[in-house]
């Protein structure tokens, strides 16, 4: 049986995160970014809000998987190296290993610890398949060894995460992606779409209350990173559809005035006073697809669930 490798590019500079966390607290517009929610604990978090029954995105991404296997592994074709950004547990990258049969499977997340379990674990299900762990921050830029680039390179963005980012960040990371793509290579993503607020909005502030601990858990991974002193009681969680921007928006919201301290600086935040902690932009089909030909991406398909709530792109060179 092969054994995964692991490579860990990205090595965190303690004062850079506390001064970048520092410079959104004292914003304007206060605001702090949302690779910051996904400590350990937030993870976790996070993927008990895939299985609430208000999170659409992940049940509905993985029903399109699954029905239209056969013509997505038609489209990207067998036999590539399957690289999947932010592979967390490495799940649905492996749903899809007996219909894209990868000659190698490459799984990418800020910290290769978040991935060596899944991978020592999935090596043992497929024991022939080559693997690789790559940590690297690619939400700041998208490095690759040039070693796991060969052969032709499919890769796997699930999760509706390209929503995080502006559309023109999103064109540029997407212009990233295609600079990676050789000849038959290409970008299989997961996209969710516009819809009305009465559905979007619990999907971010869900009755259980699971959100709202997730984006409060925010803050004491601030205190942790930056020494700053928040309380969780002083706050409560705020999501919101912002019809104009064709997003959601995550805040935490001020109970009362308070005063945050941290070395070197404080903020004080009156009632009502909110800090923005993340977006996540909902996508017209048409429209994301000019995004994709922005980004250098010569041709698309696509694939929806029969209420059109989210998409499946395959966007190759």
């Not at 029905?67 to 399957?82: C, K, L, N």
């Not at 190698?104 to 899944?118: K, L, N, T």
């Not at 290409?186 to 959100?211: F, H, M, N, S, W």
């Not at 800090?275 to 994301?288: A, C, L, Q, V």
Request: net charge negative; aromatic share 10%.
């Amino acid at each position: 049986m092969l054994q995964p490798q692991f490579q860990q590019l990205f090595r965190s500079d303690g004062s850079a995160v506390r001064a970048e966390l520092a410079a959104g607290l004292g914003a304007p517009q206060p605001a702090i970014a949302p690779k910051f929610l996904y400590d350990a604990l937030g993870s976790r978090l996070f993927e008990a809000i895939t299985e609430l029954p208000e999170y659409y995105p992940t049940r509905t991404e993985r029903a399109i998987l699954h029905d239209h296997a056969t013509a997505i592994a038609h489209a990207v074709g067998r036999g590539a190296t399957f690289i999947d950004l932010g592979a967390g547990n490495c799940e649905k990258a492996a749903r899809l290993f007996e219909f894209l049969q990868p000659q190698r499977y490459v799984a990418v997340d800020i910290s290769v610890d978040f991935v060596r379990q899944a991978l020592g674990l999935l090596q043992q299900r497929y024991p022939e398949l080559p693997m690789t762990g790559i940590g690297v921050d690619f939400s700041a830029a998208l490095r690759l060894p040039p070693e796991v680039l060969e052969p032709r390179c499919a890769f796997f963005y699930p999760g509706s995460s390209i929503g995080n980012f502006t559309p023109a960040d999103a064109v540029a990371f997407l212009r990233q992606v295609r600079a990676c793509c050789d000849d038959g290579g290409g970008l299989l993503i997961g996209v969710d779409l516009v819809k009305p607020r009465q559905i979007v909005e619990p999907a971010y502030d869900d009755a259980l209350g699971v959100t709202a601990a997730f984006n409060l858990n925010l803050l004491l991974n601030v205190n942790r990173l930056l020494g700053a002193d928040f309380r969780t009681t002083d706050w409560h969680h705020v999501g919101l559809w912002n019809e104009t921007e064709s997003r959601i928006e995550m805040h935490l919201e001020a109970r009362h005035d308070v005063v945050a301290r941290w070395p070197g600086g404080e903020r004080r935040f009156g009632a009502g006073d909110r800090i923005h902690t993340e977006n996540s932009y909902k996508h017209r089909p048409d429209d994301f697809e000019v995004l994709l030909r922005d980004a250098g991406f010569a041709r698309t398909l696509r694939w929806s669930d029969e209420r059109g709530w989210f998409a499946v792109f395959w966007a190759c060179v």
